[in-house]
């Protein structure tokens, strides 16, 4: 069965850091593209990084110079390094496995998705 | 600032049809934008709907469709029923690795 589980999720003082991890099974985080995606209280989705298989990676302006998405493909898991971080990232932070076409093409869509990790900056 | 829009509210009787638009501030949305739909209950993760304009996911029931009307993606429900109560997602492919969701649409059957 494909799941995504995420973890590290909690209360941090603004400024402060937190490393999320997303761990994979039934399919290969490294042979895969693999998004971050949050939500604020009460507000609509937000993108916020993406990897692909090659190592490249790409961030929403918002978190740009601040969060850093990686993954250890040994324990084939996803991670995001929030650093800096301020009251407005306070989200429910989910994972999600970017959608292949059945020509091998990226789709660009997000399936399946984790069940989300809160992070509360606050002091 | 690329903006992703969509129809705050909705609302449509049981059994009625409704769609759900998504479009662009600036420029029309295309099938190389990729459209998903996404629906989201309190509380739960978002749910696949639709994929690449008008795939829908697996398990998705066929009262759902996707399509490009004029210059946005669309999300059509028929036969609307109560737990299609929801809130309702859409995100569009920049390019460039970037992805941006639309505001979320709160789609209420009465």
């Known amino acids: 069965e494909v799941q ?4 590290g999720g909690g209360l941090v003082q603004p400024g402060g850091s937190l490393r999320l991890s997303c761990a994979a099974s039934g399919f290969s985080v490294s042979s895969n593209y693999m998004s971050w995606v949050r939500q604020a209280p009460g507000k609509g989705l937000e993108w916020v990084s993406v990897i692909y298989s090659g190592g490249s990676t790409y961030y929403a ?3 740009k110079g601040r969060f850093t998405i990686s993954r250890d493909n040994s324990k084939n898991t996803l991670f995001l390094q929030m650093n800096s971080l301020r009251a ?3 989200a429910v932070y ?3 496995r970017g959608g292949i076409l059945p020509s091998n093409q990226k789709g660009n869509w997000f399936d ?3 069940q989300g990790t809160l992070v509360t900056v606050s002091s | 600032q690329t903006v992703v829009t969509q129809e705050p509210s909705f609302s449509v009787s049981p059994g009625g049809t409704v769609t759900l638009t998504c479009g662009l501030n600036s420029g029309s949305v295309s099938t190389n934008n990729y459209p998903s739909w996404y629906q989201q209950t309190p509380g739960q993760a978002p749910r696949t709907l639709i994929y ?3 795939t829908r996911s697996s398990g998705v029931p066929d009262r759902f469709s996707g399509s490009i009307l004029g210059n946005k993606a669309a999300l059509t429900i028929t036969g609307a029923q109560a737990d299609d109560e929801s809130d309702y997602y859409c995100v569009l492919y920049m390019g460039g690795g970037i992805w941006v969701f639309g505001g979320g649409t709160k789609l209420t059957v009465l």
């Open chain 1, 94 to 96: 989910y994972c999600a």
């Open chain 1, 88 to 90: 407005e990232d306070t």
């Open chain 1, 61 to 63: 302006d918002s978190v």
């Open chain 2, 52 to 54: 690449s304009t008008n």
């Open chain 1, 112 to 114: 399946p998705w984790g």
């Open chain 1, 4 to 7: 995504l589980v995420e973890s």
